[in-house]
């Protein structure tokens, strides 16, 4: 049994020694916002419960009975990945656990860890995982003729070692942290320089995950009294390293190939190549290197990857990996319609993109990070909680659909990583002050300096651009208020205490540096129209088109709104990606939008009515809601003629087109 200290420790969120800006736990702010709340509540109230019965009912569940009881007869189902989405479905679980104590699934998480634990316990010696242990007994980590890139040996490992931190930060308890660190000290004991072995993920993951494990080992050393020895941080953060350095050296192993970004030494790496997930999740791990080491050559080197997927290789929605084939990256400006962008490429872009936040505390990163949020997270699953988007292209014919559940479901979990970890994002600290990253309606306390300092924000963004946030310090403080100023957003006006404000803007933050007294109040006006949106004159798919945007989220059309344009057969936007047909219906010089908001329109939003170049409606919804209400048509980039100009280009992919 932990100390009630230890327990209280284990709020904490991982923190590392070389952030610029300091995160808050996710347990520490209260969303009560009606665009985000209702969202969330599905999640808790159904998602959660969906993917882990749908996981019991694939079997995969039951590969751990297998292991633990030596099952003569027992056989894996499923993919040998499965028991690292099952990981990884226990730390978005614990996150809501952190929030919310359901006492159900506090339960059943409880059940599934038990299930683990007995696994590796019959095991022995730390090893876990299923799919070698039943198919390939003789091939643990893709040795002696195994293939590591199939098996998924230590991608599954990493997936248990995070999900252990987590389960253990939400809940003070250590079982599943017993399980991640006798991995993790399997793992220290067998791979390394000579004469270890030398071996590194297949498919990352598990360098964060070991850095969070190091992390938690210099925080509390005290769990070493709980915890199976050795509990060394040197060990975990020596694992990490080794694994993000010795990428692209093959001495006494198979090379991954570039699909597993193995094909260079990652400081080596220029551009941002091969499996998209595997991908921003190497650099999602290279960044908390830099995090936990200082090393500047590893932030310099995550910064050089996210400019290339930012400036060349992002969606407009902000999906990653455009090409099917083995879920890749495509080359610069390859940014077709029916483009891959796997649910989950876009979520490893979020965790990226936070990352180098809390490096840098550039406003920059988190307007990706809210682009993917409202567009490619929002869209992966359904309004009703219970169906799922594999990729996430910009515009169909009517074939592609939210499925129940796929052979493969790895986009499900990934959800639960980032939703539940929202109210962590909203807001962060420093010694000069307070960042407002996000805005959602919520309320936290944070210190600043010796002062503690309560914000609270009133807003019903995204459907309109006012922010209310009350200020206030325990007492009289100077310091700094900062609010993001998105991408997106062309004007806005601040009043503090109802007095126009004038303020200098640093790195994406308006800066409100001042003396605050308890009861302060600022309003942020964020102008936002409707956007008419161009792609750079590069990518060539989308030259004479434009898309609709308003504040954060990407516009649609779907057929089930525009049947009347085409008689009822929704020809608009089931023929819209034939070029000629695009050509002949498009819109005007200067649209005219109207937005309506619908309480009606699943927990209410806003839509946007238009015409086209010849006088016929047209109705736009928020792109995550499409493939809600029908299994028609849909498309984003709708045909426009404007002058392009090949200037004016640096850091942007996409920007406002100028009406007149
Ligand atoms: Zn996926």
């Not at 633990?68 to 679980?93: K, N, Q, S, V």
Request: charged share 25%.
């Amino acid at each position: 049994m932990l100390s009630h200290q230890t327990a209280k420790n284990a709020m904490r969120p991982t923190t590392y020694k070389h952030q610029a800006v300091q995160n808050l736990p996710v347990r520490s702010v209260r969303i009560d916002d009606a665009f985000w709340s209702p969202k969330l509540r599905i999640v808790r109230d159904v998602t959660a419960y969906d993917v882990l019965t749908k996981f019991e009912s694939d079997g995969a569940m039951q590969n751990f009975d297998f292991v633990a009881d030596g099952a003569e007869d027992g056989y894996h189902c499923g993919e040998p990945w499965f028991d690292g989405l099952i990981y990884e479905t226990i730390r978005g679980l614990s996150d809501l656990l952190a929030v919310h104590d359901d006492e159900e699934l506090n339960r059943r998480v409880d059940a599934v860890i038990a299930k683990i634990v007995r696994a590796q316990d019959a095991v022995g010696d730390g090893y876990l995982n299923t799919y070698t242990l039943l198919d390939r007994p003789e091939q643990r980590w893709g040795e002696n003729g195994g293939n590591l890139r199939w098996q998924h040996d230590i991608y599954n490992a990493g997936c248990l070692v995070e999900a252990g931190v987590h389960h253990y930060k939400a809940t003070g308890k250590t079982a599943l942290l017993e399980a991640a660190v006798k991995m993790a000290n399997h793992m220290s004991d067998r791979m390394g320089p000579p004469p270890k072995h030398n071996l590194v993920p297949a498919h990352s993951l598990p360098e964060e995950a070991l850095l969070k494990l190091y992390q938690l080992a210099v925080d509390e050393p005290e769990l070493s009294r709980v915890l199976p020895a050795p509990f060394e941080a040197s060990r975990y953060l020596e694992l990490a390293e080794f694994w993000i350095r010795n990428r692209g050296h093959h001495e006494g192993r198979q090379s991954h190939g570039e699909y597993a970004q193995d094909h260079l030494p990652v400081l080596q790496q220029e551009e941002a190549v091969g499996h998209a997930v595997r991908a921003t999740l190497l650099y999602t791990g290279i960044t908390a290197l830099y995090l936990a080491t200082g090393e500047t050559a590893y932030l310099e080197r995550a910064q050089k990857l996210w400019d290339n997927i930012a400036y060349q290789k992002s969606h407009v929605t902000g999906g990653v990996g455009a090409v099917h084939e083995e879920e890749k990256f495509g080359g610069g400006y390859e940014l077709p319609d029916d483009g891959y962008l796997e649910t989950c490429a876009g979520v490893g872009m979020g965790f990226f993109s936070w990352h180098l936040y809390l490096a840098t505390g550039e406003g920059r990163y988190i307007d990706r990070l809210e682009t993917i949020l409202y567009n490619i997270v929002l869209a992966g699953r359904s309004m009703n909680g219970r169906k799922y988007f594999y990729e996430n292209p910009l515009a169909s014919h009517g074939g592609h659909h939210r499925w129940e559940w796929h052979s493969c479901p790895c986009c499900p979990p990934m959800i639960l990583k980032l939703l539940p970890e929202l109210g962590s994002y909203i807001y962060a600290y420093d010694g000069s002050g307070a960042f407002v990253n996000l805005y959602v309606a919520s309320e936290t306390e944070l210190k600043i300096g010796e002062v503690a300092v309560r914000l609270r924000q009133e807003t019903e963004y995204p459907w309109k651009g006012a922010v209310g946030i009350a200020v206030s310090p325990e007492r009289e403080a100077a310091f700094a208020l900062r609010l993001r100023i998105p991408e997106w957003c062309g004007t806005y006006a601040i009043r503090v205490n109802g007095k126009p404000v004038s303020c200098e803007v640093d790195r994406g933050y308006a800066v409100l540096s001042r003396t605050w007294s308890p009861e302060d109040r600022v309003v942020l006006d964020l102008d936002m129209p409707v956007d008419l949106i161009e792609a750079h004159p590069n990518v060539t798919t989308h030259a004479d088109r434009a898309a609709i945007r308003r504040g954060p989220l990407l516009y649609c059309l779907e057929s089930v709104d525009n049947e009347k344009y085409d008689k009822g057969v929704a020809r608009y936007a089931r023929e819209a990606l034939d070029p000629a047909v695009r050509a002949g219906r498009k819109l005007p010089a200067s649209p005219e939008f109207q937005t309506f908001y619908d309480p009606d329109f699943f927990d209410g939003a806003v839509t946007i009515r238009t015409e086209d170049d010849r006088g016929r409606p047209l109705v736009a919804i928020p792109y995550p809601y499409w493939n809600n209400r029908s299994r028609g048509a849909m498309d984003i980039w709708l045909a426009y003629d404007h002058p392009k100009t090949g200037t004016g280009w640096e850091n942007k992919l996409y920007r406002k087109i100028p009406l007149g």
